[in-house]
């Protein structure tokens, strides 16, 4: 895909990954992007910015999903490219709050399923249509000391491929889009007492990996990975889970200790 001259939504698009991308893709040259937050007054700021269109959005509420999609439709005729990017994440174990479970299946796993519900039939109609789904290299590998957050972002991770499967021979593109630390403030704000979270090393800006995805949407990728090192561990996984799960104890009590 090149993004000059087309219709762009990104979900979670004021700060972070989706500001990065939503002013790459305007760099490109997209006629159009679609900034939709819960922030609304930063992605009015953004919007402005880049000449493009803000919405307030909750992902997690899908008549608010249909909404945007609905809003972007009537300003611009159609849109061309989803980028359904919002998510959240808590250093929580398994006994997470019921309610901490559910805000992460609504936000990181519902959102995409509202998303591709509301886009889908005009892509289809018009036998064409991308899809880029924000997961994280969690989806692939796990975040060790965060267990909602991973259990959901392989969850969105599965849906991506579940729609490239279901949609691909009707001219559906999709991506799934893998990073593993970045310097956004959902990283930099996650150490307790002023502790560096083990994914700072090794973080990428949010600039370069808006430079991956453009690499990738126009390469079609299915897997963008802005970490070239998760592919390895995702084929180390693989091919020997049980030596993998050693590791990632080892790295969970190392991890947990620090925190301790």
């Not at 390895?232 to 799960?245: C, E, N, P, S, Y």
Request: with cysteine; net charge neutral.
């Amino acid at each position: 895909m090149e993004l000059n001259g087309k219709v762009v939504v990104v979900t979670g698009g004021a700060s972070g990954i989706g500001q990065a991308m939503c002013r790459r893709f305007a760099q490109e040259g997209a006629r159009a992007v679609v900034v939709a937050d819960l922030q609304d007054e930063a992605a009015q700021q953004l919007a402005r910015e880049i000449g493009g269109l803000a919405v307030r959005t909750n992902v997690a509420v899908q008549a608010e999903v249909q909404a945007l999609v609905e809003r972007a439709t009537q300003s611009y005729g159609q849109i061309d490219l989803f980028c359904s990017n919002a998510g959240i994440i808590s250093r929580t174990d398994s006994d997470a709050p019921p309610a901490d479970w559910q805000r992460h299946w609504d936000v990181n796993l519902m959102a995409h399923v509202h998303a591709a519900n509301a886009v889908l039939p005009q892509m289809l109609a018009r036998g064409e249509g991308y899809l880029l789904q924000t997961a994280s290299a969690a989806g692939l590998l796990s975040q060790v000391n965060a267990a909602p957050y991973t259990v959901t972002k392989h969850a969105a991770a599965a849906f991506a491929e579940w729609l490239s499967i279901a949609h691909g021979d009707a001219g559906i593109r999709v991506s799934c889009l893998c990073p593993q630390g970045v310097l956004t403030p959902m990283l930099l704000g996650a150490a307790k007492g002023g502790r560096r979270s083990f994914l700072q090393e090794g973080a990428v800006t949010p600039e370069a990996l808006a430079e991956v995805v453009v690499q990738g949407l126009r390469a079609e990728r299915f897997l963008i990975l802005p970490h070239e090192e998760v592919l390895d561990f995702w084929q180390r996984k693989t091919a020997d889970i049980d030596r993998w799960l050693k590791g990632m104890r080892r790295l969970r009590a190392k991890v947990m200790g620090a925190d301790a």
